[in-house]
T-cell receptor
């Protein structure tokens, strides 16, 4: 079946630093990948839609300069949280689209001190 | 905008059936999904149903869709303790984005 990986699975960083999270589709090519954010005990909030070779489409209220998304190939999308602050601490989940299904990565837990 | 709603919590006894309900607002949804999330993990696709279907069965899982009422349900037969998790329903909108419900926490008591 379709497998999506994320790296790292968890990261702790100091306030003001930048953190990059990778999302890879391991056994299929994904022209579209999605980035979600999930707060504790809450649902997933779509942050942006990432299309290979083009700029990401951000949802309303998501700062594109804060959350940089790059989709350089059909199997890799990256999310960089720039100048991270404690309020950016969250669980970040990516998904990759194939046909009409979305396959989710295991998530990355970011803690900003 | 689109909205998907679920009840927050369900508790059942091991061996009983569980029914998790979901309502949605977007009548143009083509696919509706059920995902399972265990603590600290990503989402696992359980099953999905195309909008022109009324029912889909997959082993212990039965999905019922009432398109007129925009109501979706997931029935888990013979619920086991390993089924304890959060269950999200989601609809795919016309731009292929998934709109998630708030999640239903299922607790299976021994």
């Amino acid at each position: 079946g379709a497998v999506v990986s994320q790296h790292p699975s968890w990261v702790i960083c100091k306030s003001g630093t930048s953190v990059k999270i990778e999302c890879r589709s391991l056994d299929f090519q994904a022209t579209t990948m999605f980035w979600y954010r999930q707060f504790p005990k809450q649902s997933l909030m779509l942050m942006a839609t990432s299309n290979e070779g083009s700029k990401a489409t951000y949802e309303q209220g998501v700062e594109k300069d804060k959350f940089l998304i790059n989709h350089a190939s059909l199997t890799l999308s990256t999310l960089t949280v720039t100048s991270a602050h404690p309020e950016d601490s969250s669980f970040y989940i990516c998904s990759a689209s194939s046909d009409n299904e979305q396959f989710f990565g295991p998530g990355t837990r970011l803690t900003v001190l | 905008g689109e909205d998907v709603e679920q009840s927050l919590f369900l508790s059942v006894r091991e061996g009983d059936s569980s029914v998790i309900n979901c309502t949605y607002t977007d009548s143009s949804s083509t696919y509706l999904y059920w995902y399972k999330q265990e603590p600290g993990a990503g989402l696992q696709l359980l099953t999905y149903i195309f909008s022109n279907m009324d029912m889909k069965q997959d082993q212990r899982l039965t999905v019922l869709l009432n398109k007129k009422d925009k109501h979706l349900s997931l029935r888990i037969a013979d619920t086991q303790t390993g089924d304890s998790a959060i269950y999200f329903c989601a609809e795919m909108d016309s731009s292929y984005k998934l709109i998630f419900g708030s999640g239903t926490r299922l607790l299976v008591r021994p």
